[in-house]
């Protein structure tokens, strides 16, 4: 099999949409993408652009070149066909360096990951199902979703905490037959033993002390559609037997209850544990674990696919501004913009084989972005950089500060949230900076809601809040930064968003 050279665009300079067009400084050339994401093809017209990095002549991207055939190989380096349609150039690159990505810029404002990948084995009508990326192991998880997804059977999923076991879950229930129907998840890891049978199974009024009224249970509340086992490796021994015996009759009897009520749900478990191990220590029951995998699914770590990341980055940066609305400081109308996502950065990614897992990396990207609010160019602050050092020294990062938008059910219920009393002047200050000064951003990092950050920031003393500036205040600040919002934003250490209004009432822009 001859490798491929792929080529993904890791940010454009103006996160341009469907059918924009974005100039490129040296004459003429343009680049547009077609398509939102970055599987389809990109269109890259025009005059030779420069490979600063590491091309040794000046090359063209043809319309449709998105990958290149490796042609020779010698003490020179690499030789790759860029070959959309036909060849036109050759690139040389250490064949080293491209086995774990090489990044590079386009005429110094376009950032690229290139790599190599098998992507003519991804058949064309082989849906994506909302998994980004498409290393080898990433197109094998969307064919076996695709084989199994409307069969009616049991899927065990499984792999590390945090690879998409949730999502490949999610995507097997909106491709089977039971899509328009319930999708409900269990988090048998937070289920409590004690209340276990009635969570799942349902509980009769008075039947313990607590159960005021009658409770249906996950299973009928799953009832014609899918109830998803998560962490089913941590089900206490009682309610694996429990569960067992619901799989096998396919009827639950709620506690208290009398009669056993028929259910028709397609069971879906996820487990990051070593069942066969569990099993043979006794842990685990080896029926269960038989009655679960009609189907087996292993997700592989992020690490092992490297080639993902830069479609991750891209994916969860334009989801972390959608979500908490942040807006690129820079003119979007610019082509000549400086690459949000410096080749630096990237490559610390890359270099770093990012060890950490998918949630991870979406917090690190979501750090990136709150902490360089109000840059044009995203940059590697001390909180980012003891990421990704942390990540170098291969530690365990500390659980994302913020509730799992993604997760859902009985995961969000278990989710903790803190009380502001906890929070020291110290703590809300560090929140806050990191939050570019954001109350409603600075709540989601430190797990307390908008209006505990208001309280707390009224009650500490260190902070002000936009309306507590006089008019004097605010108009000496800005004469100081001339005009600038995001600078005066930062000197006041005050929400860009009220300063503006603010500044909007007082006749100042
Ligand atoms: N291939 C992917 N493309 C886009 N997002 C992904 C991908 N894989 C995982 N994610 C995202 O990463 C986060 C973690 O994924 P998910 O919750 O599905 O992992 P998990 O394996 O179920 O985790 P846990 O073991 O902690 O339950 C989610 O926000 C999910 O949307």
């Known amino acids: 099999m001859i490798p491929r050279l792929h080529l993904t665009i890791l940010l454009h300079p103006q996160e341009s949409r469907i059918g924009d067009r974005v100039a490129l400084p040296e004459g003429p050339s343009e680049i547009s993408r077609r398509t939102p994401d970055f599987h389809k093809p990109t269109q890259v017209l025009g ?18 070149a998105r990958e290149g055939v490796l042609v020779k190989r010698d003490e020179h380096g690499t030789k790759l066909r860029v070959n959309g349609v036909s060849l036109k150039q050759e690139l040389f690159v250490d064949m080293t360096a491209l086995s774990r990505g090489v990044v590079i810029t386009l005429a110094e404002h376009l950032v690229l990951l290139l790599h190599f990948s098998d992507l003519g084995a991804v058949p064309r009508d ?72 009635a969570e799942l199974f349902g ?30 490796g941590e089900a206490p021994e009682e309610v694996q037997a429990m569960l067992l015996r619901a799989l096998e009759t396919l009827e639950v009897t ?53 080639e993902d990341l830069g479609l991750l980055f891209t994916h969860f940066s334009r989801g972390v501004e959608r979500e908490l609305g942040i807006v690129p400081a820079r003119d979007s109308k610019d082509p000549f913009a400086l690459p949000r996502l410096p080749v630096a950065l990237m490559e610390r990614f890359v270099a770093n084989r990012w ?107 260190t902070l002000r809040v936009a309306n507590d500036f006089s008019e004097e205040e605010l108009r000496a600040a800005h004469q100081r930064c001339n005009g600038n919002a995001a600078e005066m934003s930062r000197q006041l250490k005050v929400s860009v968003v009220a300063l503006t209004r603010r500044l909007r009432g007082m006749g100042l822009e």
């Open 47 to 64: 005059k030779p652009l420069g490979l600063p990095c590491i091309s040794r002549k000046p090359f063209f991207l043809i319309p449709r």
């Open 126 to 197: 082989l849906p994506d199902f909302g998994l980004v990326g498409f290393a080898d192991e990433v197109v094998r998880i969307r064919h076996e979703i695709q084989q199994v997804a409307d069969l009616d059977v049991p899927v065990l999923i499984r792999g590390e905490t945090g690879v998409g076991k949730e999502l490949v879950a999610q995507a097997i229930h909106q491709h089977g037959h039971r899509s328009r129907r319930p999708f409900i998840t269990v988090n048998l890891g937070a289920l409590p033993s004690t209340l276990a049978a």
């Open 203 to 232: 509980a009769k009024r008075g039947s313990f002390t607590g159960a005021t009224q009658d409770r249906s249970g996950y299973f009928v509340a799953a009832d014609s559609g899918v109830l998803f086992l998560d962490e089913i």
């Open 254 to 306: 709620p506690l208290g209850g009398q009669r056993p009520v028929s259910v028709d749900v397609r069971v879906l478990a996820a487990t990051d544990a070593d069942l066969e191990r569990d099993i043979q220590q006794q842990r685990f029951k080896a029926p269960l674990l038989h009655r679960l995998s009609g189907f087996e699914l292993l997700i592989p770590p992020l690490r092992e696919r490297p």
């Open 355 to 461: 060890s950490g897992n998918i949630r991870q990396f979406r917090n690190l990207v979501r750090r990136l972005h709150i902490s360089n609010r109000g840059r044009e160019v995203l940059e590697e602050t001390p909180q980012i950089s003891r990421l990704l050092d942390a990540e170098i020294n291969a530690l365990p990062l500390a659980a994302p500060p913020s509730v799992d938008v993604a997760a859902k059910g009985a995961k969000d219920a278990a989710a903790p949230k803190r009380k502001p009393r906890s929070i020291e002047e110290n703590e809300l200050l560090r929140a806050m900076e990191d939050a570019s000064w954001e109350p409603k951003v600075a709540a989601e990092i430190l797990g307390i809601s908008r209006a505990s950050v208001y309280d707390l920031i009224r009650r500490g003393g």
